[in-house]
């Protein structure tokens, strides 16, 4: 069984579209995150969801919406796509401040 | 601020130990991790060490902290094929725990 999981895998899109990346956690976990890392594999923290709450907001565009229909669901939404969108984007959940457990990655490509 | 910092790439021959860097700027970090990522694949926790801690061990694995010069390591012994992956350390905000600040990644080639 997967433990977190993301949908898609690989997303290709015309800039200015508006998409979403979905995350899904079996974990039971309280904590859920997305991170963003660019082409020279640099990663960073974009927000962090506790029991559907926004805790952690980092510097991120209000282009991306976070939005966490139940504890076990995370979704990013991207309005107006740019070109320096183009990232692999990665769901992330932990427990009571534990380990991140980390999905497979969402390649986003905006062209 | 909050920074991590490491070398970009290293190359050992299988079966030689692997020692990858790491400093950090924030001292108050509660715990510093060691993450794998193989290509194509999300990251995995190898192993963590607490903030008070010198040292841990777990089998091939050992991590050793320098609290004073803000410096982790990561050494591999017995390196094999299967390790060639890219290793990030990473610390936990010392504000929010949840936070963690990620290096900028090793990445680890093993040639036969």
């Known amino acids: 069984d997967t433990a977190v999981s993301q949908t898609p895998k690989y997303l290709v899109t015309q800039m200015g579209n508006d998409k979403s990346i979905k995350c899904e956690q079996n974990l039971g976990h309280d904590t859920m995150y997305w991170y963003k890392q660019d082409s020279k594999k640099f990663l960073k923290i974009m927000f962090s969801?506790?029991?559907?709450?926004?805790?952690i907001n980092e510097t991120v565009p209000n282009r991306f919406s976070p939005k966490s229909p139940d504890k076990a669901h995370l979704n990013l939404h991207i309005n107006s796509l740019e070109l320096g969108d183009s990232a692999v984007y990665f769901c992330a959940s932990s427990q009571d401040s534990g380990e991140q457990f980390f999905g497979p990655g969402t390649r986003l490509t905006v062209l | 601020g909050e920074d991590v910092e490491q070398s970009l790439f290293l190359s050992v021959r299988e079966g030689d130990s692997s020692v990858i860097n790491c400093t950090y700027t924030?001292?108050?970090?509660?715990?510093l991790y060691w993450y794998k990522q193989e290509p194509g694949a999300g990251l995995q926790l190898l192993t963590y060490?607490?903030?008070?801690?010198d040292m841990k061990q777990d089998q091939r694995l050992t991590v050793l902290l320098n609290k004073k010069d803000k410096h982790l390591s990561l050494r591999i012994a017995d390196t094999q094929t299967g390790d060639s992956a890219i290793y990030f350390c990473?610390?936990?905000?010392?504000?929010?725990?949840?936070?963690?600040?990620f290096g900028t990644g090793t990445r680890l080639q093993v040639f036969p």
């Open positions: 969801y506790n029991n559907k709450e926004l805790i």
């Open positions: 990473a610390e936990s905000s010392s504000y929010n725990t949840d936070k963690l600040i």
């Open positions: 060490i607490f903030s008070n801690m």
């Open positions: 924030d001292s108050s970090s509660t715990y």
